[in-house]
């Protein structure tokens, strides 16, 4: 069973707009989440983390927020740029349930459009 | 380049043949993990390290995977028998293992072909 989801396989937005990545999951035991960015070819890159405490983390243009109750985060880039085309993987682990593996979601392929 | 270096990067192999990948971590990291990625998916959890223990096994890691931590730092992953079904791009990661915020950082990938 798919415990993180990305429903959106894609987005394509204009550069200079705000992109919005969705992520959804149903393992009440995450308490640790995490975007990665992926190019072609190449393994994923570490972009911004949130902990269950909290329920935004900001980083230059990429902020996170996370809705516990409706166990669903969201990844915010302002503005988008060009090079920001990519996939993108929401992620998950539940280290204080004994398990340090993170759990993806399937990913979203954004487009920024000059 | 201090980051998490995998090798080789492309693999091509004929089915029933065993291959070897190989992982530096970064160094100074204690935990390495080994994640497996097909097309359309995102990265799915094989095993992981602290220190040269290993301490969780995915049921996707059959008999015909082993992978080794012999000294805590190098990770291999070892495929018997090949099947096409093993055709996948393989991931190396390591981290601190800082609790709470255990952020895993990845190599570039060894991307297997099993023809």
């Known amino acids: 069973d798919q415990q993180v989801k990305q429903n959106s396989p894609s987005l394509s937005v204009q550069e200079g707009r705000i992109s919005i990545l969705n992520c959804d999951y149903t393992n009440s035991m995450f308490d640790y989440f995490l975007w990665y960015k992926k190019y072609p070819a190449e393994g994923p890159t570490f972009l911004i983390s949130?902990?269950?405490?909290?329920d935004k983390n900001e980083d230059g243009r990429f902020t996170v927020f996370l809705n516990k109750s409706a166990k669903h985060l969201s990844l915010h880039i302002v503005p988008s740029q060009p090079g920001d085309s990519a996939v993108y993987f929401c992620a998950a682990s539940a280290p204080q349930g004994g398990s340090e593996k993170l759990v993806f979601g399937k990913g979203t392929k954004l487009t920024v459009n000059p | 380049d201090t980051g998490v270096s995998q090798d080789p990067r492309h693999k091509i192999t004929k089915r029933g043949q065993n291959v070897t990948f190989r992982c530096d971590p970064i160094?100074?990291?204690?935990?390495l993990y080994w994640y497996r990625q097909t097309l359309g998916q995102g990265p799915e959890f094989l095993t992981y390290f602290q220190n040269e223990a290993q301490l969780e096994k995915s049921r996707l890691l059959s008999d015909r995977f082993s992978a080794e931590r012999p000294k805590g730092s190098f990770s291999t992953l070892e495929i018997q028998r090949t099947e096409q079904g093993d055709s996948a791009m393989y991931l190396c990661?390591?981290?601190?293992?800082?609790?709470?915020?255990?952020?895993?950082?990845f190599g570039e990938g060894s991307w297997l072909t099993v023809v």
């Open positions: 160094s100074e990291h204690n935990r």
């Open positions: 949130i902990s269950s405490i909290k």
């Open positions: 990661a390591s981290s601190f293992g800082q609790t709470p915020g255990n952020t895993i950082y």
